[in-house]
Structure formats: structure tokens, C-alpha cells
């Protein structure tokens, strides 16, 4: 099912065969040099399989994003719940992975601005974060494309402290802001 077309792109259900381009995404050291590290198959399977759950669950998830042109799998833009302790949480973050070819060419952004027109008007979020590493300035980029509002730094408690990575920010948007 295809939940968000925009000129570009649809936003859909994933598919047994996203599985290995998903696979090759996740083990990309650029594409997860913002993460602590870069996934086995065994951990993207996981991520799969949550991901489905997750759509189970909620009634959305990160949505496998393909090129209308060419309905190729770039990687994934979408929603999940987060639970992670911290003083903004609960929450609905909306996040995005693509493959390095997509990179600089607004396909991030175009995708984000219309999950959150989603989000906001079909699903009726209220309130929408995204929060990256403090040194992830093309995220943050997107974040600011996108109508979102700076908000704070934040340790992130699920990365090791003496990681460069553990410092992010955190970004908002509400509806009423959209």
C-alpha cells in the first residue's frame, strides 16, 4: 500500500525484496556514519521485522521509500514511537535513511514534509520531534526545511558518553506550527 505519493516518490508498505537493499543500506559506513555503527544482516533483519511490528502495532512506522521513476528502494522516511527515557519522551520522532545516491537532492526533505502533512492531517499527531547527532548537520538541515524549531542539546541515553555521537539535538514541530 502506498501511503504518501509526492513528485518524486512513494512512501509504502516494505516488501520481501526491500530486505536486501535494506541489508546493504544499514552496512554502508557512510550512510550510518551518524549512527554508533554500521548493522550486520542479522541486526538489519531485526530492524525489519520491528519495523513491520511496528505498522502493526501503531497503524504507521518508517515507511520504505522508492523512486516513482524507477519504483527502486532508497531507504526508509517515516514515524516511530520512541521510548527512551528522557524529558521529551514518549514521543512520535520522524526520522529518514537513504542510500548515498539519493544524498543532496531534496529527496529527504520532500519525503519529511509530506510524512509530516501525514502525520498532522490523516493520523493526528499533535506534536512531532527529530533528533540527531550534534555534528549530523545535513539532518539538521533537513529538520529546519522542514518547518521544524531547535529546540535543545541532550545526551543521548542509548549511545556511549565518550562517544562523539552522543551529543544531540532535538527538534520540534506541532500542528498548529504546520
Not at 517515516?78 to 520522532?93: L, S, Y
Not at 540527531?132 to 522542514?146: F, G, H, L, R, W
Amino acid at each position: 500500500m502506498i501511503y504518501i505519493e509526492t513528485t518524486r516518490l512513494h512512501l509504502r508498505d516494505w516488501k520481501e525484496a526491500d530486505l536486501a537493499p535494506f541489508r546493504q543500506l544499514n552496512s554502508d559506513e557512510q550512510v550510518m556514519r551518524y549512527f554508533p555503527k554500521a548493522l550486520s544482516t542479522e541486526e538489519t533483519d531485526g530492524l525489519y521485522q520491528s519495523i513491520l511490528s511496528g505498522f502493526q502495532e501503531c497503524g504507521f512506522g518508517l515507511y520504505a521509500v522508492e523512486l516513482k521513476e524507477t519504483q527502486e528502494f532508497i531507504g526508509f522516511i517515516g514515524f516511530r514511537r520512541v521510548q527512551f527515557e528522557a524529558d521529551f519522551t514518549p514521543c512520535i520522532e520522524i526520522g529518514w535513511r537513504l542510500k548515498q545516491e539519493a544524498w543532496g537532492k531534496g529527496v529527504a526533505t520532500e519525503g519529511a514534509a509530506a510524512c509530516l502533512e501525514y502525520g498532522f492531517n490523516r493520523l493526528g499527531f499533535h506534536d512531532v520531534y527529530s533528533f540527531t547527532a550534534d555534528i549530523n548537520t545535513p539532518s539538521q538541515n533537513v529538520m529546519k526545511k522542514i518547518g521544524m524549531d531547535y529546540v535543545k542539546v541532550f545526551y543521548h541515553p542509548r549511545v556511549e558518553k565518550d562517544s562523539p555521537l552522543s551529543k544531540h539535538v532535538l527538534y520540534h514541530i506541532s500542528r498548529k506550527n504546520n
